[in-house]
């Protein structure tokens, strides 16, 4: 795999992040300082690491930078559903390039790539570290979003026509795929500009990455549903609480909202299938646990089985399969089985979805955002395009897009996350 970053040229412009009061302010990257895929050795391995492995450029810092600040206009542009830190993100970016790079030029694309397209009709707004104060409080993009791909050339016309160098894109694998086809364009069209995804998703399945912003405060969200019910369950004669969370094709906000509420007896995603019947299935096993515990909780992806339902709901805008909705379904199935029991049930059904992905972002988002932004001018004014940056075993990196979006990260049903779950439920460990 290839993770060579592709550069707009030499880098002959002296760094602003200058060193200062007879010490260095700023600890300077360089291109060949690295970050091993693999942090860990086997058993039979010597104390040697093999440095030639798979492994991504370090982000930070350049000593000489591609652009020059005085003549540097950026933008950033949000797509794709919410999630919180957006705002972060944008704030963190202008006040970056404001304060660190004196960058004064930064464009915001509104409602998406549709903010690119002439004839929709949406001014850009032109961001002011003051304008961008305070929006870190809130939840969602004061630029809004849209779903859906637009023409390339087009858009790469409008970056033409304003002389935008930096061109900053916050979204999912579709969105980042759509800036991998802009900075094609661009190299094409002989066009220096620099074009840096940065990856938003608070499904948390970005391929090479310990975790997407966004993350933190949904599932710490998804906790709050989880508890309540418990609450709902235990309140009533066998009770369930059943809660569906996000998680479209990736289990982990379920898992880690499981793990960290407590009390929960089930969890169901996507990398995980099950049946509902027979005496290994769902419903015997939830069945028995009400007999034993009197009340149950069910945590269950928005993904997760699939195959269980014949609906076809097609596809959204951005080409993602819309799935059936696990939790009414589930609902249903678990209330018919009791009542043709004639066991008594108490069924109450949570679907925090879009509560979860509409908040302000927590402390630790906040941080992690803010380090992101810094990360992605650092790259930006450094002449890297087609590419992302993100975290790895605890260190910022650059990543290329097109590896970054080959797929998706995905629960390893044998990993320990997975086993953390099982143990922390005591579910069958297959029911089917």
């Known amino acids: 795999m290839d993770t060579t970053i592709k550069s707009l040229g030499p880098c002959e412009i002296t760094s602003p992040l200058r060193h200062v009061g007879g010490g260095v302010e700023v600890n300077f990257r360089k291109d060949q300082e690295r970050v091993l895929f693999s942090h860990t050795l086997d058993r039979d391995d010597g104390p040697q690491v093999d440095t030639t492995q798979f492994s991504f450029e370090a982000a930070g810092p350049r000593e000489n930078i591609f652009f020059n600040p ?7 542009v949000t797509c794709g559903g919410l999630c919180p830190g957006l705002n972060d993100m944008i704030r963190g970016i202008v006040t970056q390039l ?8 930064v464009f915001g694309f509104r409602y998406g790539y549709e903010g690119l397209i002439p004839r929709y009709g949406h001014t850009p707004m032109l961001l002011k570290p003051e304008s961008v104060s305070q929006i870190h409080n809130f939840g969602g993009t004061i630029l809004g ?20 160098d930096l061109f900053f894109v916050v979204g999912g694998d579709g969105t980042l795929r759509g800036a991998a086809e802009i900075s094609a364009e661009c190299e094409r069209r002989g066009l220096k500009k620099a074009v840096i995804g940065i990856p938003k998703t608070i499904d948390n399945d970005i391929m090479y990455l310990d975790k997407s912003f966004g993350f933190e405060t949904a599932f710490a969200h998804a906790v709050q549903a989880v508890k309540c019910g418990y609450v709902e369950a235990t309140g009533a004669v066998n009770g369930i609480g059943l809660i569906r969370l996000m998680g479209r094709d990736s289990g982990f906000i379920s898992c880690y909202a499981a793990l960290a509420g407590g009390n929960v007896d089930f969890v169901l995603i996507p990398e995980v299938p099950f049946t509902l019947e027979g005496e290994r299935g769902l419903l015997e096993a939830l069945r028995y646990k009400l007999a034993k515990k009197k009340h149950a909780v069910i945590v269950v992806s928005e993904g997760a089985g699939q195959d269980l339902m014949t609906s076809d709901g097609g596809a959204d ?10 939790g009414m379904f589930l609902k249903e199935k678990i209330g018919a089985f009791f009542k043709e029991r004639r066991f008594e049930c108490n069924l109450k059904y949570f679907d925090p979805s879009y509560i979860i992905r509409s908040v302000p972002a927590n402390a630790q988002d906040n941080v992690y955002c803010s380090q992101l932004a810094q990360h992605a001018v650092h790259a930006a004014m450094a002449g890297k395009t087609a590419m992302l940056v993100g975290r790895w075993h605890g260190a910022f990196v650059h990543l290329p897009i097109a590896l970054a979006t080959q797929g998706r990260r995905k629960v390893d049903p044998q990993s320990e996350l997975w086993h953390s779950v099982l143990e922390s439920t005591g579910q069958p460990a297959r029911m089917l």
């Open 70 to 76: 005085s003549r540097t206009t950026a933008a950033i």
């Open 98 to 105: 404001h304060y660190r790079y004196a960058v004064t030029k």
């Open 145 to 164: 979003s849209s779903r859906g791909p637009q023409k390339i050339g087009e858009m790469v016309d409008l970056l033409e026509e304003m002389n935008i």
């Open 317 to 326: 805008a951005s080409g993602n399969k819309k799935h059936g909705d696990i």
